[in-house]
T-cell receptor, first 112, second 113 residues
């Protein structure tokens, strides 16, 4: 079993839709949770960061962490074609350790 | 965030040869990391490169296969040695400014024939 599971998709939605991306994990020691966005032929770009459980909002993006269920989500509101990319979740145990464990990534397409 | 460049951006190499990938950052950073992203797979950490000390390798990766240099706080190299087609992948370097934020370079796309 992988430490972090993420549905690779592909996921295709119409412009303006609310998108929900999810990851599950098995290691209860994970404390720090991140979402990265990766455009084709580019490196991953840090999108959202959360610590422990709870919600964090940044513009059209909301990250949720439910540690009791070992489940994290990224919501994108009013999705735009420019949001089309691969979204990777990542997590780490200790803030100082900096070793990130990534999910497989979900390929998302927003159709105009 | 840091501006990170990698050279080469892509290469096609023959099996048995070696390729050195360079990673340059526009500011001094404490930690640099090397990842591999195989087709359809997640990013996997190869090693952590610290200036002035030996790199720390993750399970499944060894120094003889992936030697790393970190001569200063803005530069690192990763060599993929004695390549086989299984080494075909995207190799990414990342840097850390603060303890939880990692920023990635554009990657080096390697094909081994």
């Amino acid at each position: 079993q992988k430490e972090v599971e993420q549905d690779p998709g592909p996921l295709s939605v119409p412009e303006g839709a609310i998108v929900s991306l999810n990851c599950t994990y098995s290691n209860s020691a994970f404390q720090y949770f991140m979402w990265y966005r990766q455009y084709s032929r580019k490196g991953p770009e840090l999108l959202m960061y959360t610590y422990s459980s709870g919600n964090k909002e940044d513009g059209r993006f909301t990250a949720q962490v439910d540690k009791s269920s070992k489940y994290i989500s990224l919501f994108i509101r009013d999705s735009q074609p420019s949001d089309s990319a691969t979204y990777l979740c990542a997590m780490s145990i200790i803030q100082g350790a900096q070793k990130l464990v990534f999910g497989q990534g979900t390929r998302l397409t927003i159709n105009p | 965030s840091a501006v990170i460049s990698q050279k080469p951006s892509r290469d096609i190499c023959q099996r048995g040869t070696s390729l050195t990938i360079q990673c340059q950052v526009d500011s001094q950073v404490t930690m640099m990391f090397w990842y591999r992203q195989q087709p359809g797979q997640s990013l996997t950490l190869i090693a952590t490169a610290n200036q002035g000390s030996e790199a720390t390798y993750e399970s499944g990766f060894v120094i003889d296969k992936f030697p790393i240099s970190r001569p200063n706080l803005t530069f690192s190299t990763l060599t993929v040695s004695n390549m086989s087609p299984e080494d075909s992948s995207i190799y990414l370097c990342s840097v850390s400014h603060r303890s939880y934020e990692q920023y990635f370079g554009p990657g080096t796309r390697l094909t081994v024939t």
